[in-house]
């Protein structure tokens, strides 16, 4: 019998819509620092399967978060808790029309700012960002991704700060207002009767961004 070779994974389930900011919610899978699509190693992702499991979306889908820069930029970190009442997780699934910046501003619906500032944002020392959401990612109950789709609609990337850059970086004119994109690893705890959840984001930024008040 003659075997088939294909350059990449087949795809399965459904697509997500091309070139569209939001959020990509479900469970994890596995990591890789080769791209689930084919391709290799850059050293510049962690790759993370992530399979909504029901619904119209559902599918697996790779979510390529940021660990170092593509033109070598430093690449900074920050990480914040959140505490959640119970079953506040989003849903599973791609949500569209969600604004979320990593400054400060006025709520409204539709709009999350995290008050986040320059000064919150640290170094990756010893790969520890990877590490970091490996590690996270394999003891979570849920991750939400927030960034940009795929333009063939089986992924998520520019999970990472989308504003704010230095005028006389040439991805200045990349910049998307309200589009920042960050990682969300949802957990929930029982013990002795009681019962917790929180979440656990993890910021990225460029050292040639500077975070934007609103």
Known sequence: MSRHFAPKRPQVGASLPHDVYGRLAGEFQFAS??????????????????????????????CAVNIRSDEGTEVLYAQRIEDLEQGSAPDDGFQDGLHLAYGTGNDKPGQEFMGLKDSDFGPIINDDLYNRIADLSQTCDRIAAYGLTYSGGDGIHDIHMNSGTDPSDEHSNQDRDRQDGAIAFYFNMKAGGQQKSFANWVFIKFASQHVVEF
Do not use: C, M
Not at 34 to 59: E, F, M, N
């Open 33 to 62: 620092h080769v791209p689930l699509r084919g391709g290799r190693d850059t050293g510049r992702h962690i790759y993370l399967s992530i399979k909504v499991p029901d619904g119209p979306q559902a599918g697996i889908f790779e």
